[in-house]
């Protein structure tokens, strides 16, 4: 692998957690800042911090402002 494709691949911002969508333990891959896609069921959650933290469905609101992050990159 060439080492500019190693470097981005180290960049991807990737954790467990757990899909409030379909129940599972998944990975979780960063798509903007603290909005998360399930490896599982590809849906969208955002990341709440109150002392631990847990990924939440997105209310209609959240899909708005992601929707307009994705038109403006």
Known sequence: MS???NNFLKSI????GHCQHCGEETILVAIV???????S???DTKQYING???????TQEDEI??????VSE
């Open 3 to 5: 080492n500019k494709l």
């Open 13 to 16: 911002d990737t954790v467990s």
């Open 33 to 39: 800042d603290d909005y998360y896609r399930c490896t």
């Open 41 to 43: 069921c590809g849906e």
């Open 52 to 58: 631990s933290i847990r990924y939440i469905k997105l």
């Open 65 to 70: 402002w992601l929707r307009n992050q994705k």
